[in-house]
């Protein structure tokens, strides 16, 4: 017998055995179901993988309705609305513009499969887009930054928040057209939004706004959960920073503002230990990480009041400098969240911005800008 077979049979015997080793039974059937009626009732467990033990369980449910509403409200009440509203409406979440002193309710309840509609949720920045379009913004995005032309910024995140509003945030009462709330459809068709994904494919004419292959937009997302006893708190040390800035967010109206979402209590692998409200920020990112943004010093310090104040959770452990072992102190590392600032150099001295303590919160450490916004600041 030739040596390779030999080898051969050697490798097959191997896995045999590893096999065996394993378990020679093939798994259960992931998908039970224990009721009364053919495939109710059902569970889908995942316990394949180098894990077994740490298997997923997801509950199936036969299709239903949803009913949607937006409302638009000014903030006052905000903090107290965050912890109860979700208890009302079993898919509720918010939009919050600070700097517009708004708040975009969305009423989300489950209804009657017999409720007519056919809606569908579409939402404008998840659609393909021109890519001229995606350039300009961006450009325009990145003239305003270098030339600190806070007005321009807010008066194109105002007309951007009411676009969106205008549009229904890509809601359609059956696929095509807006013709008034609410907006009733199936789970499926309401849930999510991505019609990016089957865009054409037309050598980039028309591209995601996230295409990296293209000139689009390009941010940072800071993502964390609250406990909601603790929302309340929270929100009103942010809305402190806004009365003393009151055009510091306005860059956030760009980006649908700050999403708000609730997250239930589990004891599921990585659940939150008690019911929770998410928080995803999203905003400016220069190309340059060695470049600042316009009020880099309020972002900042809403991250660090966040985490150290009110014990937030990081989402998939986003802010690598606020643990410690996870920073890097190199300069300029404060600018792209890599360290906390304990000195100049891990801003950006060169161009204004130095390591000064929060203005609500002392014991924040944020790059702050030491002369006020004009133009060529950030150049």
Sequence with gaps: MKRYQRGQIKIAIGTLIC????????PEDPIQCTG????????????????????????????FKRSVTYITKDDSHIGDEAVSFGRMHEFADFMWYPSQQRVVYRIDDRVSTNASGNGLNDFPGFRSTPSPVLSTLRTSEETQESLGDVDGKCINGKLTALTLRT????????????????VIGYQNRIQASGTCLDSPKDARITACSWDSRVKGLFFHQTTFSIALSKVKNFIEDVQKLVALEPKAMCGLDLYNGILMRYVTASSAYLGKQEDALDFDITYYRSKDPQTPRLFQDILEEIEQIAVFKYNALPHW?????????????????????????????????????????????EKARVCAKIRKYGAGDLS
């Design 19 to 26: 096999i065996c080793v394993a378990n020679c039974s093939p």
């Design 36 to 63: 009364l009626v053919k495939n109710s009732d059902c569970t889908i467990t995942n316990s394949y993988g180098a894990f077994p033990d740490r298997s997923v369980t997801l509950k199936l449910q036969p299709l």
């Design 167 to 182: 549009m229904a945030y890509g809601l359609t009462n059956d696929g095509i057209l807006f013709t008034g709330y609410p």
């Design 317 to 361: 452990d986003q802010i690598l400098g606020l643990e410690d072992g996870l920073s890097t102190e190199n300069e300029g590392c404060a600018l792209e969240g890599l360290c906390i600032c304990s000195q100049d150099i891990h801003c950006a001295p060169k161009k204004g911005y130095l390591c000064r303590p929060g203005k609500i919160y």
